[in-house]
């Protein structure tokens, strides 16, 4: 089973190369360049292809100095912090304002979010088929594959109806811990707020709850991922 994820990964990692054109263009083209003057116009195809070739120079600027991580899981999540860096830099060098830059930056973000889940959520797919034991397989998988020590440090329980992990060290908060205030703020409030759509992304009646969060100053991310119990029961 991880053979297989460890596959898709791959696979979906150099599908994802071909696709940031795309992913850019989908998401910012057509939508204001400021929403307070309209008189600005709206972002045009050309702009998100600068934009996106900005984001993917700035990746290779950025790499170079990002601090190393021994895991295969370490190693790609701050891959996918720098990505996201990147794509918040290209934007705020075009000249957009910071609030709306977080915005859009967090939409292109999104999307590549997704992409990284997908091979869980197909494995998961093959092998089960109760959306409760899917995003328990998806979970765990993240965990043996992803949250490994010594770039995590994981806490895990099992209690009755879902999974539960306490994330008490992330390398991608390190990472953004060796930016700049802005920077952390983007951190805060784009990829941490991910994990609550890509619940229901992964499985059908998909949940997830945080009530601590370590980019919030806190002293871990508490973890919870279930379903909704009218699913859990189908």
Not at 31 to 40: D, G, K, S, V, W
Not at 102 to 109: F, H, S, T
Not at 130 to 144: G, N, S, T, V
Request: glycine content about 8%; overall charge positive.
């Amino acid at each position: 089973m991880r053979v297989l994820t460890y596959f898709l990964i791959m696979l979906n990692s150099i599908s994802a190369i071909f696709r940031i054109r795309g992913v850019f263009k989908n998401q910012i083209e057509g939508r204001p360049r400021n929403p307070a003057f309209p008189e600005q116009g709206r972002f045009t195809d050309k702009d998100a292809i600068a934009i996106s070739n900005s984001a993917v120079g700035l990746i290779k600027q950025l790499m170079p100095s990002t601090p190393k991580q021994k895991t295969f899981g370490g190693k790609q999540m701050v891959r996918g912090a720098v990505g996201g860096v990147a794509i918040y830099k290209a934007l705020r060098n075009f000249g957009i304002e910071k609030a709306y830059a977080i915005e859009l930056a967090g939409d292109i973000g999104y999307q590549f979010y997704k992409m990284r889940i997908a091979p869980f959520r197909r494995v998961a797919r093959i092998f089960a088929r109760d959306p409760a034991k899917q995003m328990d397989l998806i979970q765990r998988l993240i965990i043996k594959m992803v949250l490994k020590s010594p770039d995590y440090d994981v806490a895990v329980r099992n209690p009755p109806g879902g999974l539960e992990y306490d994330i008490l060290r992330c390398p991608m908060y390190e990472y953004f811990k060796t930016l700049g205030a802005e920077e952390m703020e983007y951190f805060r409030k784009t990829l941490c707020t991910y994990d609550w759509p890509i619940a229901e992304y992964c499985v059908k009646g998909g949940c997830y709850n945080r009530t601590k969060t370590l980019s919030h100053g806190d002293d871990m991310c508490d973890q919870r991922w279930n379903v909704r119990p009218e699913m859990a029961a189908n």
